[in-house]
């Protein structure tokens, strides 16, 4: 009975050591395992199996990328001027071996260099440069820390300055001189506007002006046109009518009517003074000279009627 108990306890003894001998490596990790206290292997994703007691995994390796948030750093700038800045690193575990053995806390090493870095870069750097030149300062830090960390595994993807804060004082003063650019900025927008509102208003002025003008004489080229294309419908009439009566062999009876219908049009009452054609007098004494003939006769013819009555 002991013997078979013995067995027993054998049996699952080596099924214990079996069953945690049988690793499984999930995806983005990686095992780095040793042998008697000696680096072996390097166990990728899948199934593994290991010696009892003698092989052993030293360290599991995440193969994502990590983000490490560094706390504010005080740095001084070049002329002098105290500022925090924290930053924002995120890498990558490229080689487990290296990892595990190159340096004893990785993120204490990481923080550290970037600190000295830091402190590097922004001595060289006045404090507007500073505040501008962000992409400056990303790349020089991730460059200086991906060639230092190559030989502890790990790929620097890249550095980000999170926050910069100066001084509350520096702050201040920077917040004024700010507001002071953009008033300003906005005295100056508002007087070009002015400049430019003006100018179109005087060009507007201008240019009514010039309309004006250009209507004025086009009426009057209008209105000399007009009396000018009267006075020569007139002239025209004129010489229709004088040419009708050469035509006509008019006597000269008709035209010193003609000659009264004209005197007649001149003596409208407008005029102050008319000088009459000898012509025109004589035949205004004929044509009463006729007048009273023709008279008399109507008064003999009226008398003789009487009579007879």
Same mark, same amino acid.
């Given at each position: 009975?002991?013997?078979?108990?013995?067995?027993?306890?054998? /049996?699952? %003894?080596?099924?214990?050591?079996? &069953?945690?001998?049988?690793?499984?490596? =999930?995806?983005?990790? $990686? @095992?780095?395992? #040793?042998?008697?206290?000696?680096?072996?292997?390097?166990?990728?994703?899948?199934?593994?199996?290991?010696?009892?007691?003698?092989?052993?995994?030293?360290?599991?390796?995440?193969?994502?990328?990590?983000?490490?948030?560094?706390?504010?750093?005080?740095?001084?700038?070049?002329?002098? /001027?105290? %500022?925090?800045?924290?930053?924002? &690193?995120?890498?990558?575990?490229?080689? =487990?071996?290296?990892? $595990? @053995?190159?340096? #004893?806390?990785?993120?204490?090493?990481?923080?550290?260099?970037?600190?000295?870095?830091?402190?590097?870069?922004?001595?060289?750097?006045?404090?507007?440069?500073?505040?501008?030149?962000?992409?400056?300062?990303?790349?020089?830090?991730?460059?200086?820390?991906?060639?230092?960390?190559?030989?502890?595994?790990?790929?620097?993807?890249? &550095?980000?300055?999170?926050?910069?804060? =100066?001084?509350?004082?520096?702050?201040?003063?920077?917040?004024?001189?700010?507001?002071?650019?953009?008033?300003?900025?906005?005295?100056?927008?508002?007087?070009?506007?002015?400049?430019?509102?003006?100018?179109?208003?005087?060009?507007?002025?201008?240019?009514?002006?010039?309309?004006?003008?250009?209507?004025?004489?086009?009426?009057?080229?209008?209105?000399?046109?007009?009396?000018?294309?009267?006075?020569?419908?007139?002239?025209?009439?004129?010489?229709?009518?004088?040419?009708?009566?050469?035509?006509?062999?008019?006597?000269?009876?008709?035209?010193?009517?003609?000659?009264?219908?004209?005197?007649?049009?001149?003596?409208?009452?407008?005029?102050?003074?008319?000088?009459?054609?000898?012509?025109?007098?004589?035949?205004?004494?004929?044509?009463?000279?006729?007048?009273?003939?023709?008279?008399?006769?109507?008064?003999?013819?009226?008398?003789?009627?009487?009579?007879?009555?």
């Amino acid at each position: 009975m002991l013997s078979i108990i013995s067995v027993i306890v054998l /049996v699952v %003894i080596v099924l214990a050591l079996i &069953v945690t001998s049988i690793r499984i490596v =999930p995806q983005a990790n $990686a @095992y780095v395992l #040793e042998r008697l206290g000696a680096y072996y292997a390097t166990w990728q994703v899948g199934l593994h199996f290991k010696v009892p007691l003698i092989d052993k995994v030293a360290r599991k390796v995440s193969l994502k990328e990590h983000v490490i948030d560094f706390p504010p750093q005080p740095v001084i700038t070049k002329d002098n /001027v105290t %500022i925090e800045i924290d930053t924002v &690193v995120y890498f990558q575990i490229t080689d =487990p071996k290296l990892y $595990a @053995y190159g340096v #004893e806390n990785p993120m204490a090493a990481i923080e550290n260099l970037t600190a000295t870095t830091l402190r590097n870069i922004i001595g060289e750097l006045e404090l507007d440069g500073t505040l501008t030149s962000r992409e400056h300062i990303n790349g020089k830090i991730r460059v200086v820390l991906d060639e230092a960390t190559d030989a502890w595994g790990i790929k620097i993807n890249r &550095v980000e300055v999170k926050n910069i804060n =100066p001084p509350a004082d520096i702050q201040m003063a920077m917040e004024k001189q700010m507001r002071a650019e953009r008033e300003r900025r906005e005295a100056i927008l508002r007087a070009e506007g002015e400049k430019k509102s003006a100018i179109l208003i005087a060009e507007g002025n201008k240019e009514a002006v010039i309309l004006e003008a250009e209507a004025s004489k086009q009426a009057a080229i209008k209105a000399a046109e007009g009396e000018a294309e009267a006075i020569l419908m007139v002239q025209r009439a004129t010489a229709d009518g004088i040419r009708m009566l050469g035509e006509a062999d008019a006597t000269k009876e008709v035209l010193t009517l003609k000659s009264l219908e004209a005197f007649e049009k001149a003596a409208d009452g407008k005029a102050t003074k008319i000088i009459i054609p000898a012509e025109i007098q004589g035949m205004a004494g004929l044509a009463s000279s006729l007048t009273g003939i023709v008279d008399g006769m109507k008064e003999q013819e009226q008398a003789q009627a009487g009579r007879m009555n």
